[in-house]
Structure formats: C-alpha cells, structure tokens
T-cell receptor, first 115, second 111 residues
Framework: GAVVSQHPSWVICKSGTSVKIECRSL??????MFWYRQFPKQSLMLMAT?????????EQGVEKDKFLINHASLTLSTLTVTSAHPEDSSFYIC???????????FGPGTRLTVL | GEDVEQSLFLSVREGDSSVINCTYT??????LYWYKQEPGAGLQLLTY?????DMKQDQRLTVLLNKKDKHLSLRIADTQTGDSAIYFC???????????FGTGTKLQVIP
C-alpha cells in the first residue's frame, strides 16, 4: 500500500519551454501533496505544499509563477515548470500523505534536464 | 528554522552492523523518520518513531531516540550490499509543520 507514482521519470527539454510533471497516489487518497527539489548529493528542499482543491503554499524563495502546482483531485497533483532554464535542471520528487496522517510517501522522482 | 544534521559518509563491511546518526534542533518534534534513497530513485520510508518512544525495532532495523540530546540513530544489523544507499533522517513538529530532512548519509557496504 501507499504507492506514489510520478510521470515522466525523466525529461529533457529546450530552454524556454514548459514541462509538466505528474504525481499520483495509486492506492490512497492524498489530501496533501508535497513537491521537493533535490540537487546532486544534497538533501531535499521543500518547494511547496498543496492541499486538494486549494492553492499551493510555496516555501520562501520559490517562484510560484514559475513552478505552477495544481492539486485538482485526491489522487493527482501536477508541477509545471514554466519557461524552463538550465538552472531548473534537477531531480523533482513529490510525496503524498492521507488525511489525518503525518507520514509522507514519496514518488520515484523525475529527472529534468533543460538544454 | 529547524536543523537536522547527519554525517555524510559511512563505510562498513558486509555482515557488520551499521549505525547512522542524526541530530536535530526542534524540541517540538513529534515524528522522526528514516528514509532510504537508492541512486536515481525517490525516497523509501524505512521506519519512523514517535517522540514519546525511546526505541523501535523492525527486523534488522533498530531506531534509538534520545529526546533529551535530540539524537536519533538507525542501526542496521547484518548489513548487506543491497543496503548501500543514502539514508535521510527527517523530523516533523507538532501540528501542521513541514518535514525537515537531514543532509543524508551515504552508506557504502564493502563485500
């Protein structure tokens, strides 16, 4: 149980284009989903927290207009990197937690490379 | 803000025990977690402990919590080559508070 998937697992795009990453909870309803960014050999940096049906709460320093987050259903959240630049290249990981629980279950991550 | 520290690297021989240590600063932590990350993959929840517990054992894994010193450890008994990965400890405060991750400890198991 508690499986979270991400799609795509990796993506390469040209500078200036937008990329959408999906995060799905496969066997539970995720009232809260989290998006993290991980640089090589570093820890996870929380970007934003999203609750189903509400606007995402962004961490300080994260541009909400650049990293668009949608959590339209209890099983799906999307992160769209708009006008991507090479410095946006990173490993993006989502996690999800069910209502009334504190444990986060993580997706396998999406490696984004912007050329 | 909250801070979680770990040593960066640990090397052990196959069959030995591994102990990964973590210190944190948040005195209101309610949950403490251990996650495993294999290369190019997401994080796998290994175990967690409530802040009112001292110890939790789950098969080869033993978690020890010293709340007074804000010190958490993960002991892996009979370490195998498949245990080679990066291990993150993480803590969560009371109420709605984000989870803060440590810097990660890379465990290398030597055959």
């Amino acid at each position: 149980g508690a499986v979270v998937s991400q799609h795509p697992s990796w993506v390469i795009c040209k500078s200036g284009t937008s990329v959408k990453i999906e995060c799905r909870s496969l066997d539970f309803q995720a009232t809260t989903m989290f998006w993290y960014r991980q640089f090589p050999k570093q820890s996870l940096m929380l970007m934003a927290t999203s609750n189903e049906g509400s606007k995402a709460t962004y961490e300080q320093g994260v541009e909400k207009d650049k990293f668009l987050i949608n959590h339209a259903s209890l099983t799906l959240s999307t992160l769209t990197v708009t006008s991507a630049h090479p410095e946006d290249s990173s490993f993006y990981i989502c996690s999800a937690s069910a209502s009334g629980t504190d444990t986060q279950y993580f997706g396998p991550g999406t490696r984004l490379t912007v050329l | 803000g909250e801070d979680v520290e770990q040593s960066l690297f640990l090397s052990v021989r196959e069959g030995d025990s591994s102990v990964i240590n973590c210190t944190y600063t948040d005195s209101s932590s309610t949950y403490l977690y251990w996650y495993k990350q294999e290369p190019g993959a997401g994080l796998q929840l290994l175990t967690y402990i409530f802040s009112n517990m001292d110890m939790k054992q789950d098969q080869r894994l033993t978690v020890l919590l010293n709340k007074k010193d804000k010190h958490l450890s993960l002991r892996i008994a009979d370490t195998q080559t498949g245990d080679s990965a990066i291990y993150f400890c993480a803590e969560k405060g009371g109420g709605y508070q984000k989870v803060t991750f440590g810097t990660g400890t890379k465990l290398q198991v030597i055959p």
